[in-house]
């Protein structure tokens, strides 16, 4: 027996009155046309009253014309319609679009504010399932919904417009001078940032909201110092917290990621969870570490910051997922129900980590982080008034931060490093900000070079080849030059049998040439140049070269614009000074930080 068949007559008078109202609304303009429905709909009223002796009720019609305006229940004969086709009109009622990747989306204004769901979201099969309840008084069956939601993504794919949507942050328009972030309150309002302050924005872009976000504080008197009452952090580690905060806010990366360490009880969760409160708060804001790289994917598109909480070891295919989630590049994964095809998405996101030691093993992702190793705790507060002075004091340092974006949009066109470091625009943004927030451009500058010095140095400790190496460069002043497998034999003499059966050391000539470019930027911070000779019928061979001491130079950030070889005569440093260093072509070693101007 059809559905329709087991509905009481009382419930057809309530589609019925639903139908009434949304017929007349949905041939507004339109006399003759408006006329023939409410003639058919007086009919089918009239029938039904008849019927069941009940009346319109005034109070029902008017809950009906808000929640399905245009929404039709019965046909013309007085059928009631097919569910999959009533929530098809329900759905047709948003606006109908998708992004530049092909996501289909849904954009539903609700009480004078708009939302946007994506069509395939749990959340919105809620939203038709609502007003499908709203308009017959019944719920929908599983099969309908789906095969409403298949047209309703369609519509939206190929005959939607194009539109651009936002987690947390956003651009406002193509210019990229004024910054937008979803306060993650009920009523979806927003803030804009831009080089003169911040304001409520009055029309903010395409956000949506995934996982189970929570608001950010209400912006207050600013006060970013009051951080430091939660952050159990060195002195000289504060600016890489407060540049991590910066850029955490800034809607394109490349992003850092941060990595804290240290021993039990020294405030790294608390930590996690305090960055993550002033930036995207969630109710879950702490993640287990993932088992694959899909459950990698998952959080970062559920979530703007990704924090992952007490992880003891970093395998390589999540290092490099983690490198590409830093800096860019498509994370792919095969589809499912399918054997060749495979989703592919391009996602940045700021990272945070915690773990007892350092976990950057490898220098490519050593050199993608901050490494902040917080301090015992010597007095301990109760969490309970710890949170409660936090969020008293939340508000202020947020607003302290909103400032320091705001510096930043306005001065970090002109900021003029004269050696960049990896993760350039990390570097002048977050120096662009810094005064806002208590610090100078050259004491961030400084204490990040010093901090990636450090992380690379560790990513050689931590190398059963890199120690056995820097070893055996100690004994040899003059270097070394052989073959790959010279050099393995050698290093297998060198180190205790229970080194060379470790997993991580290499079996092979060619395993221990890719672990020599893979430590190579890492082992220049040590001053030691890796190269190679000229391929033969054989081998390529292996060079380790001890690069030249040079005397210590002064400040690295710029007063004034970019000088290059054209203006050298108002210039007094020669033309050789502006020339990459050619042992590490810019990215950081003994040679080049340490050097000075001729």
Same mark, same amino acid.
């Given at each position: 027996?059809?559905?329709?068949?087991?509905?009481?007559?009382?419930?057809?008078?309530?589609?019925?009155?639903?139908?009434?109202?949304?017929?007349?609304?949905?041939?507004?303009?339109?006399?003759?046309?408006? /006329?023939?429905?409410? =003639?058919?709909?007086?009919?089918?009223?009239?029938?039904?009253?008849?019927?069941? $002796?009940?009346?319109?009720?005034?109070?029902? @019609?008017?809950?009906?014309?808000?929640?399905?305006?245009?929404?039709?229940?019965?046909?013309?004969?007085?059928?009631?319609?097919?569910?999959?086709?009533?929530?098809?009109?329900?759905?047709?009622?948003?606006?109908?679009?998708?992004?530049?990747?092909?996501?289909?989306?849904?954009?539903?204004?609700?009480?004078?504010?708009?939302?946007?769901?994506?069509?395939?979201?749990?959340?919105?099969?809620?939203?038709?399932?609502?007003?499908?309840?709203?308009?017959?008084?019944?719920?929908?069956? /599983?099969?309908?919904? $789906?095969?409403?939601?298949?047209?309703?993504?369609?519509?939206?794919?190929? +005959?939607?417009?194009?539109?651009?949507?936002?987690?947390?942050?956003?651009?406002?328009?193509?210019?990229?001078?004024?910054?937008?972030?979803?306060?993650?309150?009920?009523?979806?309002?927003?803030?804009?940032?831009?080089?003169?302050?911040?304001?409520?924005?009055?029309?903010?872009?395409?956000?949506?909201?995934?996982?189970?976000? &929570?608001?950010?504080?209400?912006?207050?008197?600013?006060?970013?110092?009051?951080?430091?009452?939660?952050?159990?952090?060195?002195?000289?580690?504060?600016?890489?917290?407060?540049?991590?905060?910066?850029?955490? !806010?800034?809607?394109?990366? %490349?992003?850092?990621? !941060? *990595?804290?360490?240290?021993?039990?009880?020294? $405030?790294?969760?608390?930590?996690?969870?305090?960055?993550?409160?002033? =930036?995207?708060?969630?109710?879950?804001?702490?993640?287990?570490?993932?088992?694959?790289?899909?459950?990698?994917?998952?959080?970062?598109?559920?979530?703007?910051?990704?924090?992952?909480?007490?992880?003891?070891?970093?395998?390589?295919?999540?290092?490099?997922?983690?490198?590409?989630?830093? =800096?860019?590049?498509?994370?792919?994964?095969?589809?499912?129900?399918?054997?060749?095809?495979?989703?592919?998405?391009?996602? @940045?996101?700021?990272?945070?980590?915690?773990?007892?030691?350092?976990?950057?093993?490898?220098?490519?992702?050593?050199?993608?982080?901050?490494?902040?190793?917080?301090?015992?705790?010597?007095?301990?507060? %109760?969490?309970?008034?710890?949170?409660?002075?936090?969020?008293?004091?939340?508000?202020?340092?947020?607003?302290?931060?909103?400032? $320091?974006?705001?510096?930043?949009?306005?001065? *970090?066109?002109?900021?003029?490093?004269?050696?960049?470091?990896?993760?350039?625009?990390?570097?002048?943004?977050?120096?662009?900000?810094?005064?806002?927030?208590?610090?100078?451009?050259?004491?961030? !500058? *400084?204490?990040?070079?010093?901090?990636?010095?450090?992380?690379?140095?560790?990513?050689?400790?931590?190398?059963?080849?890199?120690?056995? !190496?820097?070893?055996?460069?100690?004994? +040899?002043?003059?270097?070394?030059?052989?073959?790959?497998?010279?050099? &393995?034999?050698?290093?297998?003499?060198?180190?205790?049998?229970?080194?060379?059966?470790?997993?991580?050391?290499?079996?092979?000539?060619?395993?221990?040439?890719?672990?020599?470019?893979?430590?190579? %930027?890492?082992? /220049?911070?040590?001053?030691?140049?890796?190269?190679?000779?000229?391929?033969?019928? *054989?081998?390529?061979?292996?060079?380790?070269?001890?690069?030249?001491?040079?005397?210590?130079?002064?400040?690295?950030?710029?007063?004034?614009?970019?000088?290059?070889?054209?203006?050298?005569?108002?210039?007094? /440093?020669?033309?050789?000074?502006?020339?990459?260093?050619?042992?590490?072509?810019?990215?950081?070693?003994?040679?080049?930080?340490?050097?000075? %101007?001729?």
């Amino acid at each position: 027996m059809d559905i329709s068949e087991k509905r009481c007559p009382s419930d057809g008078l309530e589609l019925a009155k639903s139908q009434a109202i949304s017929r007349t609304g949905n041939c507004l303009g339109d006399d003759e046309n408006a /006329r023939k429905i409410d =003639t058919q709909t007086q009919l089918d009223l009239t029938a039904l009253e008849a019927t069941t $002796g009940r009346s319109l009720d005034s109070e029902r @019609q008017a809950d009906a014309r808000k929640s399905n305006p245009g929404v039709l229940i019965f046909t013309s004969e007085g059928r009631p319609r097919k569910q999959v086709d009533i929530l098809v009109d329900i759905g047709q009622q948003h606006l109908l679009f998708h992004d530049r990747s092909g996501m289909a989306y849904a954009q539903i204004e609700i009480d004078g504010h708009c939302e946007v769901y994506s069509i395939e979201s749990t959340a919105y099969r809620e939203v038709l399932a609502e007003r499908y309840l709203y308009a017959t008084d019944r719920g929908c069956n /599983r099969n309908s919904t $789906g095969d409403a939601i298949a047209t309703l993504t369609s519509v939206a794919k190929f +005959r939607g417009p194009v539109a651009d949507v936002w987690l947390r942050v956003a651009y406002l328009d193509s210019s990229k001078e004024e910054i937008v972030i979803d306060m993650g309150r009920r009523d979806w309002r927003c803030i804009v940032v831009t080089a003169e302050g911040w304001n409520w924005c009055a029309s903010p872009p395409n956000f949506r909201r995934a996982g189970a976000p &929570l608001a950010l504080p209400e912006p207050a008197e600013p006060n970013f110092s009051l951080l430091w009452k939660y952050a159990n952090v060195r002195i000289e580690d504060r600016p890489l917290l407060a540049a991590f905060l910066l850029a955490t !806010l800034r809607p394109t990366g %490349p992003y850092p990621q !941060l *990595h804290l360490t240290g021993e039990q009880g020294t $405030g790294k969760s608390t930590l996690a969870r305090v960055i993550r409160a002033l =930036t995207d708060p969630s109710s879950s804001p702490l993640r287990a570490p993932p088992k694959e790289v899909r459950d990698l994917l998952v959080g970062a598109l559920n979530g703007w910051v990704l924090s992952l909480d007490n992880l003891s070891y970093v395998t390589p295919s999540l290092s490099d997922a983690l490198c590409r989630l830093s =800096t860019g590049g498509a994370i792919s994964e095969r589809a499912l129900y399918t054997n060749t095809d495979e989703v592919l998405v391009e996602v @940045q996101r700021p990272v945070i980590i915690n773990g007892i030691e350092d976990l950057a093993h490898r220098p490519d992702l050593a050199e993608r982080a901050l490494h902040v190793e917080l301090a015992l705790i010597q007095n301990r507060q %109760p969490e309970s008034i710890f949170w409660r002075d936090f969020y008293l004091d939340a508000p202020a340092i947020f607003a302290g931060l909103l400032d $320091g974006m705001s510096q930043a949009l306005r001065d *970090h066109a002109s900021v003029r490093i004269e050696r960049l470091p990896r993760m350039a625009d990390f570097a002048i943004w977050s120096a662009a900000g810094m005064p806002a927030l208590g610090f100078t451009s050259e004491a961030f !500058l *400084h204490s990040y070079r010093t901090n990636q010095s450090d992380g690379m140095a560790q990513g050689v400790d931590s190398s059963p080849v890199g120690v056995a !190496l820097l070893a055996m460069m100690q004994t +040899r002043p003059s270097g070394w030059t052989g073959s790959a497998g010279d050099l &393995l034999s050698f290093l297998g003499t060198k180190v205790s049998e229970s080194v060379t059966r470790a997993q991580r050391w290499p079996r092979t000539p060619r395993a221990l040439a890719g672990a020599l470019k893979r430590l190579a %930027p890492a082992l /220049r911070v040590h001053g030691i140049d890796v190269g190679s000779t000229e391929r033969t019928a *054989h081998a390529r061979g292996v060079t380790l070269q001890w690069l030249p001491e040079r005397p210590s130079q002064p400040s690295s950030l710029a007063p004034g614009p970019v000088r290059t070889d054209d203006c050298d005569q108002r210039d007094d /440093r020669s033309v050789s000074w502006h020339i990459q260093c050619p042992s590490c072509g810019g990215e950081g070693c003994n040679w080049c930080s340490s050097s000075s %101007p001729p």
